[in-house]
């Protein structure tokens, strides 16, 4: 009978020749999944030989991500912020560079914002991590996708935030009514174009929905629509807080001043590549 650990290792094997990044990584969490332990558990439990069912578990999961499925989409969860949130192919699975985009936001507010608008908000990620950072907040999260808004309802559920976010179909802004004001405004659009989009992982690619990458010809086409569209439903002293493309800055910066806001700001990700844009009123 196999070990745990001569399983890991022809896993690892088998996800090095399938281009797999970090292939032993994947292997420990995902048969770590598939037992339903720890990564700490796992190693506690190299040298026990695994039961037939236990294999059965295992394989087809090994097999989807050595056709390069996202592990989350696998595992079917991810962690953003602290919180433990569903993935599957309704949505965008949120990435640690959009963890940083709430980081930035919460050290650029003075105070904490008693109105917040989340634009695309697929999984429903940054919505619910500023909803549980500032309690007294009213959310409002719009998405195109009712696939994405179905997914980031159960996020809410599962992370206990039910009441705590109003979710709702929009095309970008076009549900709001016409004088509604928000202190912040936070949007991940997509901001790859179609040729970009193609050039990514197969992770990517192949997995993820299509229209949460790419805003087509002009990668930068939603983020224009939406420092345009957004300036009117700023509050005095409000905030836009975007995350781009790393080679969009200039273009939208200067969009930017000719809609009234007071002042931008271009803000690097861990990489030092421009990657979020604060818009000021």
Not at 219 to 239: C, D, Q, S, T, V
Not at 250 to 277: F, I, K, V
Request: charged share 25%; proline share 6%.
């Amino acid at each position: 009978m196999l070990s745990v650990l001569e399983i890991i290792k022809r896993t690892t094997g088998f996800f090095e020749q399938r281009g797999v990044e970090s292939p032993r990584l994947n292997a420990e969490l995902l048969i770590g999944h598939a037992l339903g332990l720890k990564r700490m558990q796992l190693y506690l439990q190299f040298e026990r030989p695994l039961t037939g069912p236990e294999l059965e578990k295992i394989r087809p999961l090994v097999k989807r991500r050595g056709n390069r499925e996202p592990l989350q989409y696998i595992t079917g969860e991810t962690e953003f912020c602290g919180l433990r949130l569903r993935a599957d192919r309704r949505a965008l699975i949120p990435r640690p560079e959009t963890e940083r985009l709430v980081e930035l936001v919460t050290q650029q507010l003075a105070a904490p914002p008693a109105t917040i608008l989340d634009l695309g908000t697929g999984a429903g990620a940054i919505a619910l991590a500023l909803a549980k950072i500032y309690p007294e907040a009213a959310v409002t999260a719009l998405d195109k996708s009712e696939e994405a808004l179905s997914l980031a309802r159960e996020n809410a559920e599962s992370c206990g935030l039910a009441g705590r976010v109003k979710f709702a179909h929009s095309d970008w802004l076009s549900v709001l009514p016409a004088g509604d004001k928000y202190q912040l405004i936070v949007a991940n659009p997509p901001y790859l174009s179609d040729a970009e989009t193609e050039a990514t992982q197969p992770e990517v690619k192949g997995f993820e929905p299509h229209s949460a990458l790419s805003a087509g010809s002009n990668g930068a086409a939603a983020l224009e629509h939406i420092i345009a569209a957004a300036r009117p439903y700023l509050a005095p002293a409000g905030l836009l807080a975007c995350e781009t493309g790393i080679a969009q800055h200039q273009q939208l910066r200067a969009l930017a001043a000719t809609q009234g806001y007071a002042r931008t700001e271009s803000q690097r990700d861990l990489t030092g590549r421009e990657r979020y844009l604060l818009a000021f009123v």
